[in-house]
Structure formats: structure tokens, C-alpha cells
């Protein structure tokens, strides 16, 4: 399965390259899977590793990965299922928060 994500920066440098970068995944590919393998491939490593990473299908959050404690959101939703379910594409984007506590107040 061919999938396209871009992501938010995570500092100033950061800023200076472009982050949409396309890959292929497994058809079977769940949402913590998908984070794992982006992880060695594509999500920057931050000091201290207490960051929420929420991925976005268009508006919709539909995952999100706590880097901390490795613990996910919505893990074991297939991603084909996503992009099955919608009448959308297969882009993706993975929302920066540099804490849980960041994460949790854009709720509020």
C-alpha cells in the first residue's frame, strides 16, 4: 500500500526541509505498526522521548503514539480501513506535541 505523510516540524531548524515523504507499507499494516516502522524511518528523535505524535487522515485524528511509555491510541486500527472508509486519498499527517500534557489541552 502506497501512503504519503508529511508532518510538523519539531524546531526551528527543523523547519529548513520539506517532511512529506511518500512510503509502502503492508496492506495489513495496523496504526501502532505504522508508528513503529516511522519511527527508525522518518519521526525525529527528541531529547528526553516524552512527546504525542497524533496522525491526522485530512481533519480527523484518527492515532496517536506516546512516545514515552510507547503506548498508542486507536493501535490496532488497520490503516487500509482508513483510507477503505473514506472518500479521500492516502495522506496522512502526524501532529507534533512536545508533551501529553500539550497534547491533552488541545481538547480543552
Known amino acids: 500500500m502506497h501512503i504519503i505523510i508529511d508532518r510538523d516540524a519539531v ?11 511518500e512510503f509502502t507499507v ?7 505498526s505504522l ?5 527508525f524511518k522518518y519521526i525525529p528523535v527528541i531529547a528526553g522521548n516524552n512527546v504525542v505524535w497524533a496522525l491526522h487522515h485530512h481533519d480527523i485524528e484518527v492515532g496517536t503514539y506516546f512516545t514515552q511509555n510507547r503506548s498508542f491510541i486507536n493501535g490496532n486500527v488497520l490503516l487500509s480501513s482508513i483510507i477503505n ?22 481538547f480543552i
Do not use: Q, V, W
Not at 524546531?11 to 515523504?21: F, K
Not at 503492508?26 to 501502532?32: E, L, S, V
Not at 508508528?35 to 519511527?39: A, K, R, S
Open 11 to 21: 524546531c526551528a531548524a527543523d523547519d529548513m526541509s520539506h517532511h512529506r515523504e
Open 26 to 32: 503492508p496492506d495489513g499494516i495496523t496504526i501502532a
Open 35 to 39: 508508528f513503529e516502522f516511522l519511527e
Open 85 to 106: 472508509n473514506s472518500e479521500r486519498d492516502n495522506e496522512f499527517y502526524l501532529r507534533y506535541y512536545s508533551s501529553p500534557d500539550r497534547y491533552r489541552k488541545h
